[in-house]
């Protein structure tokens, strides 16, 4: 007798499933391969088949959040054409505008930083080098001040728009106060960024 076909595709959305309500309420640590399979009602050797290990499962479901809400692909996305004061104001909203958009997202944040792992952080494609490259280009065109290191700049472009989510600030919740917070980031990062005189 013939065995069943597999569907892949079927598995690995009920595994994510799985692995994101698990990882939402106990953390990587807190969740094990077992606790997955066992809600997902398959064997852990699919698990491990069909993600690798359970840092690329655990990337895969803050991928799978992300997708679930944006309305355009972050990795995609070119925000280097135009000038810097472009780039800082369609970047930052970007970034801003998903943090809003994925409560699920900072609960995974949350639990990177609380176990701190650096496999966690980050995710598969993600544009880290073309940013850096681009911030580099700023520098040597003059645009931004080049007496802070590049490396410094990223990343107060990439965790600000992220902060008052992770602090949970108060002004945050109603959509007025997210549009004032968001000016209030792009205005500083430009006055903060602008060459000394």
């Known amino acids: 007798m013939p065995r069943p076909k597999v569907d892949n595709h079927k598995t690995a959305i009920v595994i994510l499933r799985s692995a994101k309500k698990?990882?939402?309420?106990?953390?990587?640590?807190?969740?094990?391969?077992g606790e997955i399979?066992?809600?997902?009602?398959?064997?852990?050797s699919l698990i491990y088949h069909h993600f690798g290990s359970k840092e690329k499962?655990?990337?895969?479901?803050?991928?799978?959040?992300?997708?679930?809400t944006r309305d355009v692909n972050f990795d995609r996305t070119d925000f280097t054409k135009g000038t810097f004061k472009e780039f800082i104001k369609n970047f930052v909203t970007f970034r801003f505008q998903v943090y809003a958009r994925n409560p699920d997202?900072?609960?995974?944040?949350?639990?990177?930083?609380?176990?701190?792992h650096n496999a966690l952080v980050?995710?598969?494609?993600?544009?880290?080098?073309?940013?850096h490259n681009y911030i580099l280009e700023c520098q040597q065109r003059a645009e931004i001040r080049s007496d802070m290191p590049s490396e410094m700049i990223l990343y107060l472009i990439l965790s600000m728009p992220v902060n008052g989510f992770l602090d949970r600030a108060s002004f945050l919740s109603t959509k007025m106060g997210q549009a004032h917070y968001l000016s209030y980031i792009i205005d500083s990062l430009l006055?903060?960024?602008s060459p000394q005189s």
């Open 191 to 193: 006055a903060i960024l």
């Open 37 to 44: 399979a066992d809600e997902a009602h398959i064997n852990k």
């Open 105 to 116: 997202l900072i609960r995974l944040m949350h639990w990177q930083r609380l176990e701190s």
């Open 57 to 68: 499962l655990w990337k895969s479901v803050k991928e799978e959040i992300l997708k679930s």
């Open 122 to 131: 980050g995710l598969p494609n993600n544009n880290f080098a073309l940013y």
């Open 22 to 33: 698990h990882f939402l309420q106990k953390g990587f640590d807190g969740t094990s391969i």
